[in-house]
């Protein structure tokens, strides 16, 4: 029986040492046929199987070796890489444009522990950013899409191009309600080369429209205006995108202004122009409460 086993165990290794030999050999061949300047005929790349020395054959079987190992293990580890790598909150969007670039600057800080965004089953998502001088603001907006998990605060249509998020900026000199006054804010924040559109490039062919300006209560100026913005950027694989959206701001006490950006792209907007506006007329902003415990 032992001897049964011994000699099962021979003729595998034999087998596996024969077929390994066949298969350098034949690649060597092959590679010979392959680099050869003439076109060749059967009898060149027969040619090919003769060696001058064992050395000779060693050395390229262990060159061969070694190069089918580095492939296999470069191939093993980009697969494994791509599948189970998971992107850290800050890692870079993507493409040749993205390399180096980190999640863009919205200007949004949570509050604190427990003040992070949530969304419930009508998609309504809520969350406490900080003002910049550091108070504590409400802020909540409805979206049937699904906020994601990285760092700001953005919900967005994982299959298509639509999305939302909020963008905190420093209230302007001027009055922000002027067209050009608020197109220059935008080109230092969301435009920006930090911001949501301009990590690739320097957004162009920028048109801002703003909507009527409705009065509070007691007659003065409301705090909230709408605006629409078209401009042609770049995404991360340096290609042209003329994108649409709609900008909801809101005034939060004399040094913060709150904005809800929800855009696609300018070819997908005309479908889905209802469902924007109605991502925009559910913003809300307010201060929030503040108590001894903050």
């Known amino acids: 029986m032992r001897r049964f086993v011994r000699m099962v165990v021979f003729f595998v290794i034999a087998t596996v040492i024969t077929t390994t030999t066949f298969a350098f050999t034949f690649q060597g061949a092959l590679d010979c046929r392959r680099h050869s300047r003439s076109p060749g005929s059967l009898s060149q790349l027969i040619s090919c199987f003769h060696f001058d020395s064992t050395e000779e054959t060693t050395k390229d079987s262990a060159a061969r070796t070694r190069r089918s190992f580095l492939q296999e293990s470069f191939v093993t580890v980009t697969v494994a890489g791509i599948t189970t790598a998971a992107f850290p909150a800050n890692a870079f969007d993507g493409g040749v444009g993205g390399l180096g670039k980190t999640k863009p600057q919205t200007g949004v800080k949570f509050f604190g522990d427990g003040s992070g965004p949530i969304q419930n089953d009508k998609g309504i998502v809520t969350a406490e950013i900080q003002s ?40 302007p000199k001027n009055d922000w309600r002027d067209k050009k006054v608020f197109e220059q804010l935008l080109l230092d924040s969301v435009l920006a080369s930090t911001g949501k559109f301009g990590m690739y490039g320097q957004p162009y062919n920028v048109q801002v429209k703003a909507s009527k300006t409705s009065n509070d209560v007691d007659g003065s100026i409301a705090q909230q205006q709408l605006f629409s913005v078209t401009f042609t950027t770049l995404t991360p694989a340096m290609r ?3 994108r649409k959206a709609m900008i909801q701001c809101k005034q939060i006490d004399s040094d913060t202004l709150v904005l809800l950006v929800a855009g696609t792209t300018a070819a997908r907007f005309p479908s889905n122009e209802g469902v924007l506006d109605n991502v925009v007329e559910s913003f809300q902003a307010a201060k929030a409460p503040e108590s001894k415990l903050r």
């Open 240 to 242: 042209e995108s003329e």
């Open 132 to 171: 910049i001088s550091g108070k504590p603001i409400l802020v909540s907006f409805q979206t049937p899409w699904p906020l994601l998990t990285s760092s700001g605060l953005e919900a967005r249509d994982l299959r298509n191009s639509e999305s939302a998020f909020i963008q905190v900026v420093s209230m």
